[in-house]
């Protein structure tokens, strides 16, 4: 009973110890999902898993009924369940664009690694772990340096008010000077009589966002100006 209680502690250890390091990445990038719940994924899904396992040999029935029962019964509820608290941190943003995918899958990813634990893989669960951390961190990097033009581009929207509509394309032509490339365009006449005008950008990832605002925000006629960027 002993060598039993080490063998989980251990386990619910090493889990928490692997969650920690997912959910540092994430606290790093200051994301909804962090160091905490990251912890709490891994742990829990480890012990479920445990008592899932040992239950299965536990409670068997009797010497008069042979009840078969599924090892990991507990840990293929997580899998899908799971499920629910990922979709909590994909949000969808008012220019149409997604963000928190990134941070559902490792919400995922930290449950699986809490279940290889608890299975008894662990050299499985730190490759796993480590895999997870190139992919997020070191792949999109060399991508950036290496990749195709589009993999080192990132978007900016703005929404900018101007005084008359030849007024929009001096600010086409001043963000084109700018060696951006026009996504999307949509123009909307208020009933201030301005027009407003939403644009996404592709520009080079290196470039500064409030470098943009400062250029488009000096052509003549633009009234009001609002800029973001993911990154």
Not at 130 to 139: A, K, M, W
Not at 166 to 183: D, F, L
């Amino acid at each position: 009973m002993y060598g039993l209680e080490m063998d989980v502690l251990m386990k619910l250890g090493i889990s928490a110890v692997l969650g920690l390091i997912i959910g540092l990445e994430r606290e790093l990038k200051r994301k909804p999902v962090g160091l905490k719940t990251s912890l709490v994924i891994s742990i829990v899904s480890c012990l479920l898993t445990i008592v899932s396992i040992e239950s299965a040999y536990i409670f068997p029935g009797n010497d008069d009924i042979n009840i078969t029962m599924d090892p990991l019964r507990l840990a293929a509820q997580i899998v899908s369940g799971i499920g629910f608290l990922g979709a909590g941190v994909i949000l969808r943003r008012g220019n149409d664009s997604i963000s928190g995918l990134t941070t559902a899958a490792l919400i995922w990813g930290a449950a699986g690694i809490g279940i290889a634990v608890g299975a008894g893989y662990y050299m499985e669960a730190v490759a796993g772990v480590v895999l997870l951390i190139i992919s997020v961190e070191v792949v999109p990097y060399l991508l950036g340096l290496i990749g195709p033009r589009q993999l080192r581009e990132k978007e900016i929207t703005m929404k900018m008010a101007v005084e008359t509509k030849e007024q929009i394309t001096t600010i086409i032509h001043t963000i084109k000077e700018q060696q951006a490339a026009i996504r999307r365009m949509r123009i909307k006449d208020t009933e201030e009589g301005y027009p407003q005008v939403y644009l996404t950008i592709a520009v080079d990832y290196r470039k500064k966002t409030t470098d943009f605002y400062h250029t488009i925000s000096q052509v003549p006629g633009v009234k009001s100006m609002e800029i973001e960027s993911l990154h």
